[in-house]
């Protein structure tokens, strides 16, 4: 299996990220496309618009939080291109906008690949 990070994507580029994808619903504020340095963007992946805005990178909603996106990801048809490329490649970066570095959905995402038999 590949090796499967997490990075704001306001970090800067490294080579060293390998394939790196964008998992946010939303362009992040402030980067440019073309100094982003994504391979692909998978809005589909991230948390719904309805779930994204009822969690508001709320810390007291975290647990209920990620029982609702691993909710989500069970039934997404969207893996179906981020597990591909898993496949494809050795090192995976997933990238994500939110300031909040101990809650949000990568996490959640980063932990449902690792537990996935895909």
């Known amino acids: 299996m590949a090796s499967i990070k997490i990075k704001r994507i306001y970090e800067p580029f ?26 692909a963007w998978l809005k589909a992946v991230a948390p719904s618009t309805q779930l ?9 909603k ?3 939080f990620q029982k609702a996106y691993t909710a989500e990801l ?15 490649h050795k090192k995976i970066t997933l ?12 996490l959640v995402l980063q932990k449902f690949i690792k537990k ?3």
């Open 62 to 64: 975290w647990k209920e």
């Open 52 to 60: 994204r805005k009822w969690f508001n990178h709320d810390p007291a």
């Open 14 to 39: 490294d080579k060293g990220d390998g394939f790196r994808v964008l998992v946010d619903r939303l362009w992040p504020r402030g980067i440019k496309k073309e100094d982003a340095h994504i391979d």
């Open 116 to 118: 996935s038999n895909f």
């Open 95 to 106: 990238l994500f906008s939110a300031h909040d570095e101990q809650h949000n959905h990568a």
């Open 74 to 88: 069970k039934d997404s048809d969207a893996l179906k291109e981020l597990f591909e490329n898993i496949t494809l």
